[in-house]
């Protein structure tokens, strides 16, 4: 069974600019997530899709955005980015139930210059 | 909100010395999973614990959930260069809620 993939692996944008992360998960799973990983920060919850909508969501601003399509793929957007926002952003799927392990993706790592 | 911490955030042991780590939470989870990301990998799931005092071993690695179900430990018994990485633990706080992960330690292993 394929992992869950993320594209592109990076990416370098500058600020003011916007960009959007693409993420298909494992066959079968409905649920996935977003987190961004930084140092010292360690993983940050983003937001969560199931079932094309939006089931939780972090403690970011609103540039950061985010959808999911009925194939379960879900894509994540950053506008007016910041430098700041430079990190390796993480998707993970999970099965439908709640509470479930994630499985991850490999990551994009984005840069701003 | 809810906060999960791991502290210290890097521990340096010797090959063959054993190693325990500490998960706290500042609610009452319903379930915990503990994570592992090599350098320059991502998090792979490693255990999730669900029951107040459960004990769950992997080979080396021993988990543990606390009697109130806020804290848990990671246990690894004489440890190896394999053993190198980041260990994070995360956690619900009931049915749809979000995963929060701590920040994680990150273990170095002296050969």
């Known amino acids: 069974k394929a992992g869950v993939t993320q594209t592109p692996r990076y990416l370098i944008k500058t600020r003011g600019q916007q960009v959007t992360l693409s993420c298909s998960p494992i066959?079968?799973?409905?649920?996935v997530s977003w987190y961004q990983q930084t140092p010292g920060q360690g993983l940050q919850f983003l937001f969560e899709y199931f079932s094309e909508t939006q089931r939780n969501k972090g403690n970011f601003p609103g540039r950061f955005s985010g959808r999911q399509f009925s194939n379960s793929r879900s894509e994540m957007n950053v506008s007016t980015l910041e430098l700041g926002d430079s990190a390796l952003y993480l998707c993970?799927?999970?099965?439908?139930?709640?509470?479930?392990?994630?499985?991850f993706g490999d990551g994009t790592r984005l840069s701003i210059l | 909100g809810q906060q999960v911490m791991q502290i210290p955030q890097y521990q340096h042991v010797q090959e063959g010395e054993d190693f325990t780590t500490y998960c706290n939470s500042s609610t009452t989870l319903s379930n915990i999973q503990w994570y592992k990301q090599r350098p320059g990998g991502h998090p792979v799931f490693l255990i999730q614990l669900v029951k107040s005092g459960e004990v769950k071993k992997q080979k080396r690695l021993t988990f543990q959930f606390g009697e109130a179900k806020k804290n848990s430990s990671l246990h690894i018994t004489a440890t190896q260069t394999t053993d190198v990485g980041t260990y994070f633990c995360?956690?619900?706080?009931?049915?749809?809620?979000?995963?929060?992960f701590g920040k994680g330690i990150t273990l170095s292993v002296r050969p």
């Open positions: 993970a799927s999970s099965l439908e139930f709640p509470n479930q392990p994630q499985h």
């Open positions: 995360a956690g619900y706080t009931g049915a749809n809620s979000k995963l929060t």
């Open positions: 066959s079968g799973h409905r649920s």
